[in-house]
């Protein structure tokens, strides 16, 4: 099995920045392509930005350049750097992690809140 634990989270003005990590610890060989997702109150839960082992990624079209997606194999770690951050950003933040076989493995999220 594989747990992925978020941090990071929390309150930032317009314009500011954050960056998200997530842990994964357990049997990290199994996991392929992980992710960072958002729900913001009222809507579905939808994809930021994924990468690959092998380190390709896709990003979402409403992130137009602020965020940045990296991995860290050697920590077993995740990144997600936010630039520019706008109200609209505001959402829980999850990590996923999809192994070669197809399971996903969620974590518990972290807030993420941008406000004047």
């Known amino acids: 099995q594989v747990q992925v634990v978020e941090s990071g989270g929390g309150l930032v003005q317009p314009g500011g920045s954050l960056r998200l990590s997530c842990a994964a610890s357990g049997r990290i060989s199994m996991i392929n392509t992980m992710g960072w997702y958002r729900q913001a109150p009222g809507k579905q839960r939808e994809l930021v930005a994924s990468?690959?082992?092998?380190?390709?990624?896709n990003y979402a079209d409403f992130v137009q350049g602020r965020f940045t997606i990296s991995r860290d194999n050697a920590k077993n770690t995740m990144y997600l750097q936010m630039n520019s951050l706008k109200p609209e950003d505001t959402a829980v933040y999850y990590c996923r992690g999809v192994s070669y076989g197809g399971s996903n493995f969620w974590g518990q999220g972290t807030q993420v809140t941008v406000s004047s």
């Open positions: 990468i690959t082992s092998s380190g390709i990624t």
